[in-house]
């Protein structure tokens, strides 16, 4: 019997680690480019929860920040959950290469986060301009080389360097 815990957990930290790499690279751009953070991943929740007949609770700004916090949390969720699935794959005997969990970890942040937002209409990035694609792209590139580096350091077992 294959034990999946110690896998499923390490996929779900190296995620973590790799959703901060990544909301630090683009809170980053915030900063130095001085723009706003974007909307979409409260349009998304929103579009969602009429799409499934749900209501947010509250009114007002209780409701603005649920919302809010919703779009946050999905954000997490998708990367956490990418981790995870690095490390269901590994439980299962997947090998990949190093540059093989790179695709897969950037490859399926882009999609667990931007095909909702697509399904759901909020965007098309059949329409972004190269700057879009660059600001999407690069803190995902991030959270792929964290998320990797971290997944194999535990699953390793070696120490952390000093």
């Not at 790499?21 to 909307?39: F, H, I, K, Q, T």
């Not at 349009?43 to 969602?48: A, G, H, M, N």
């Not at 916090?69 to 999905?74: E, I, M, N, V």
């Not at 699935?85 to 090998?95: C, E, M, N, S």
């Amino acid at each position: 019997m294959v034990c999946v815990t110690g896998p499923l957990l390490y996929g779900a930290a190296a995620g973590a680690a790799g959703t901060t790499a990544l909301n630090v690279v683009s809170y980053g751009d915030m900063v130095v480019r001085g723009r706003p953070a974007s909307s979409t991943p409260e349009t998304t929740v929103r579009r969602l929860a009429h799409k499934l007949r749900l209501r947010i609770p509250g009114e007002g700004q209780a409701e603005e920040s649920r919302v809010s916090a919703l779009g946050a949390l999905t954000g997490l969720a998708a990367g956490t959950g990418m981790g995870v699935i690095l490390g269901l794959g590994h439980a299962a005997g997947w090998r990949p290469t190093r540059g093989g969990q790179y695709t897969l970890a950037v490859v399926g942040a882009l999609v667990a986060t931007n095909g909702p937002m697509t399904v759901l209409g909020v965007t098309d990035p059949r329409t972004w301009a190269t700057s879009d694609w660059i600001s999407d792209i690069v803190p995902h590139l991030a959270y792929a080389v964290v998320t990797v580096s971290v997944f194999n350091r535990l699953l390793s077992g070696a120490p952390a360097p000093s």
